[in-house]
């Protein structure tokens, strides 16, 4: 079964480009570009993962996704956009976006995008089952509180082992900051905030043998953690 796609895009020729490509590589496509057509073809088509242009006539993009995720909280949203404030992708992230990739993007770039959203999808919840997991190239005791990279073995702080195990759970997606600092240390207060940029760097530094992993920082938002 073909993976659905519903596309929002008002400029016409630039999505006749995209829809037929994406239909080349085997994905069903529905095209809309006036965003008061939007939800009905979201509530007919079903879509498996929705790519929405931010500016559009009627209802932007971000109004559409708050009233996607009033609909369905896993669907995949992936906004499009020549927008580059930081503010816009901040918003976009906070109402429910899980990808936002800036105009002009190549298909490559899009199909890749789409395939990770999807992917990521099916992998929640990133549970933890045993004493110990892979983290890229490490292995994380849990409860030895300790990470092993080759022979190399360093051992961790409570909080240290806890911040690493939360990124690990909610890896490749958008963690929250307060939602970081509520879980390892209790509140989001101005000191603990302060204390998290301390840890974040620090385990950038202990996972720093593995250039596969990566924690991103967005700005105003939080964290993505790169596996």
Same mark, same amino acid.
């Given at each position: 079964?073909?993976?659905?796609?519903?596309?929002?895009? #008002?400029?016409?020729?630039? &999505?006749?480009?995209?829809?037929?490509?994406?239909?080349?590589? &085997?994905?069903?496509?529905?095209?809309?570009?006036?965003?008061?057509?939007?939800?009905?073809?979201?509530?007919?088509?079903?879509?498996?993962?929705?790519?929405?242009? +931010?500016?559009?006539?009627?209802?932007?993009?971000?109004?559409? %996704?708050?009233?996607?995720?009033?609909?369905?909280?896993?669907?995949?949203?992936?906004?499009?956009? %020549?927008?580059?404030?930081?503010? #816009?992708? +901040?918003?976009? =992230?906070?109402?429910?976006?899980?990808? !936002?990739? @800036?105009?002009?993007?190549?298909?490559?770039?899009?199909?890749?995008?789409?395939?990770? %959203?999807?992917?990521?999808?099916? #992998?929640?919840?990133? %549970?933890?089952?045993?004493?110990?997991?892979?983290?890229?190239?490490?292995?994380?005791?849990?409860?030895?509180?300790?990470?092993?990279?080759?022979?190399?073995?360093?051992?961790?702080?409570?909080?240290?082992?806890?911040?690493?195990?939360?990124? !690990?759970?909610? @890896?490749?997606?958008?963690?929250?900051?307060?939602?970081?600092?509520?879980?390892?240390? &209790?509140?989001?207060? =101005? =000191?603990?905030?302060?204390?998290?940029?301390? !840890?974040?760097?620090?385990?950038?530094?202990?996972?720093?043998? #593995?250039?596969?992993?990566?924690?991103?920082?967005?700005? &105003?938002?939080?964290?993505?953690?790169?596996?």
């Amino acid at each position: 079964m073909s993976i659905k796609v519903l596309y929002v895009e #008002d400029e016409l020729f630039l &999505g006749k480009i995209v829809k037929e490509t994406l239909e080349l590589r &085997g994905f069903e496509v529905r095209m809309e570009s006036d965003g008061s057509e939007v939800m009905e073809a979201f509530d007919q088509f079903q879509p498996d993962i929705c790519v929405l242009d +931010v500016m559009l006539p009627n209802r932007s993009g971000f109004e559409l %996704a708050e009233d996607i995720r009033k609909k369905n909280d896993d669907v995949p949203v992936i906004f499009l956009t %020549a927008k580059t404030q930081t503010d #816009d992708v +901040v918003h976009g =992230f906070k109402i429910g976006g899980n990808d !936002y990739i @800036r105009k002009p993007f190549s298909m490559e770039e899009l199909i890749v995008r789409i395939e990770n %959203a999807l992917r990521m999808q099916k #992998d929640e919840p990133h %549970a933890i089952t045993g004493d110990t997991i892979s983290v890229g190239k490490y292995q994380f005791q849990l409860n030895k509180q300790v990470l092993v990279f080759g022979k190399d073995e360093r051992k961790l702080s409570y909080r240290e082992s806890e911040l690493i195990k939360y990124l !690990y759970q909610k @890896r490749d997606q958008v963690i929250d900051r307060r939602d970081l600092l509520n879980h390892i240390w &209790g509140n989001d207060s =101005f =000191f603990n905030s302060r204390n998290l940029d301390v !840890y974040i760097t620090k385990i950038r530094g202990y996972l720093k043998d #593995d250039p596969s992993l990566e924690i991103i920082t967005i700005k &105003g938002v939080g964290y993505r953690f790169v596996v």
